[in-house]
Structure formats: C-alpha cells, structure tokens
C-alpha cells in the first residue's frame, strides 16, 4: 500500500504533498518542509560520498530506498534533480516503476500545462484524480 507521495523539486522544495493512507501520521504543513529539505540534503550527501567505480559504471544517483521497521520510503529522481517520494508498508521491495509513471503524470498534468509555473507547487485536479487512481492500483 502506497500511504503517501511528495515531490521535491532540484532546489529541495516540496512542490506537492499527498496522503492517501489513514495508517499513516498527517504531516504538517511544516514538517512535511522540513522532511522535503532534509531528505534533499541527505540524498545530495550521499550521491557524493558513495564509492566510484561501481560495477556498471553508473553514476550513483544517491538514496533510492530507505527502510524502517514499519514502512519504506522509495525515492526517484529524474534527470533534471526532481525527486519523487513515496512512502510504502514493507511488502513493496521496488516502486520505480510507479514512481516513473508518476513523473509521467507530472509532466502529462503538470508541466504541459501553462498556467504551471516550475519549481512552484502543483496545483491540478486532474492531476489529483490520476494520481488516486495510479496509487489505488497499488
């Protein structure tokens, strides 16, 4: 079950917050800034603290889970820095592949649309209703 989604954007802001699970705490306003600042400046730190020359040759692309002893976070981060966060229960091992369609229903409902301006907070209901619809399939 996916509780709750954030997405930060290249400067560390939190450009959207949604909660979607009742056993999860509801973040404040302030702390849900606070969580989007400080996971920015710990996944910054250890994209530049990891080892290079890992077997693939990949560059290292910093924090891609975290886990707790009672839920998981899930982090994607898409070429241009911005970050998209989902916090799960412990059964989901990988969300890149829902994490991605979220960027596309970012892009599809949020950067296509001209009164969006970047690095602000995304304010759509469409882009609402199909993210409900992407997490309720999940």
């Known amino acids: 079950m996916i509780h709750s989604v954030f997405i930060i954007n290249r400067s560390g802001g939190l450009i959207y917050n949604k909660n ?17 600042g400080t996971f920015h400046g710990i996944h910054a730190l250890a994209s530049r603290i990891a080892p290079t020359g890992n ?9 891609q889970t975290i886990d707790t002893m009672n839920f998981r976070l899930h982090c994607f981060q898409t070429p241009t820095g911005i970050k998209f966060i989902a ?3 412990l059964l989901h091992t990988t969300l890149t592949d829902v994490l991605t369609k979220v960027y596309e229903l970012y892009c599809d409902y949020a ?8 690095e602000m907070p995304v304010r759509s ?4 209703a ?8 999940y």
């Open 20 to 36: 979607y699970s009742t056993h999860i705490a509801q973040l404040s306003s302030n702390e849900a800034l606070i969580f989007a």
């Open 55 to 63: 077997a693939t040759g990949a560059k290292d692309t910093g924090i």
């Open 87 to 89: 916090a799960t229960d």
């Open 111 to 118: 950067l296509k649309s001209p009164f969006y301006n970047l």
């Open 125 to 128: 209901d469409l882009f609402d």
């Open 130 to 137: 199909n993210m409900l619809h992407l997490v309720q399939q």
